[in-house]
């Protein structure tokens, strides 16, 4: 079956420095890879996404590259700020919009 | 604005009781599902509905019931099957795709606890 895996948090972090989220996954097919944050008492915003191998979604600074070779879809920063601090989620949609979740990473930002 | 609307915000069940969390979509969605998030454990699905009048069980159904009569609405029942309901509660919605390009569009989530 599907399954996704995220680096346990929290990461701390100083406002400024580079973040890097690990996310890999095991899926059938051809999936499509996802990136979710979330805020304290709010659902999911969708961050970012990618349904190829190679492609490279971007979105208010951040990116992530889809790579077949390594099963991989790692969230990238270069330089973080305090409005960051949220919780991030992976997931990939192998077919019919049903989506598999990592357990989430929590980052805190610090002026 | 189109969006989703989860309400209550804050809900609190007795022992024995069912209760009904509502989700609501005017995105013109023909999917919508419902997520259970518990602290340190992501997200698990518990029902899914493609298209009106037709819903799939999720990983983690025992305890839950759904209905979808109109397509812009997917309550979720919290039977008294369920012993442990305490969670933070998620619907979301998404364009029908069978090869899962669409992103989900998430609602604010109900907050369940037990008296």
């Known amino acids: 079956g599907n399954s996704v895996t995220q680096m346990e948090g929290p990461v701390t972090l100083s406002e400024e420095a580079f973040l890097t989220i690990n996310c890999t996954y095991t899926a059938t097919g051809y999936p499509s890879l996802f990136w979710y944050v979330q805020y304290p008492g709010e659902g999911l915003q969708l961050l970012l996404k990618?349904?190829?191998?190679?492609d490279k979604g971007s979105n208010k600074g951040f990116e992530a590259t889809y790579r077949k070779e390594t099963t991989s879809f790692h969230l990238e920063k270069g330089s973080v700020q305090v409005s960051d601090s949220a919780v991030y989620f992976c997931?990939?949609?192998?077919?019919?919009?049903?989506?598999?979740f990592g357990k989430g990473t929590m980052l805190l930002v610090s002026p | 604005d189109g969006g989703i609307t989860q309400s209550p915000k804050y809900l609190f069940r007795k022992e024995g009781q069912n209760v009904t969390l509502s989700c609501e979509q005017n995105l013109n969605h023909d999917a919508m599902y419902w997520y259970r998030q518990d602290p340190g454990q992501g997200l698990r699905l518990i029902y899914y509905?493609?298209?009106?009048?037709?819903?799939q069980k999720g990983d983690i159904a025992e305890g839950y019931s759904v209905s979808r009569e109109k397509k812009e609405s997917f309550p979720l029942t919290v039977t008294s099957a369920q012993k442990n309901p305490t969670a933070f509660y998620l619907c979301?919605?998404?364009?029908?795709?069978?090869?899962?390009?669409?992103?989900?569009?998430f609602g604010d989530g109900t907050r369940l606890s037990i008296l």
């Open positions: 990618a349904t190829k191998a190679d």
């Open positions: 997931a990939l949609n192998s077919g019919y919009s049903t989506l598999t």
């Open positions: 509905s493609q298209i009106v009048n037709d819903f």
């Open positions: 979301a919605s998404s364009t029908r795709d069978r090869v899962g390009n669409q992103p989900q569009h």
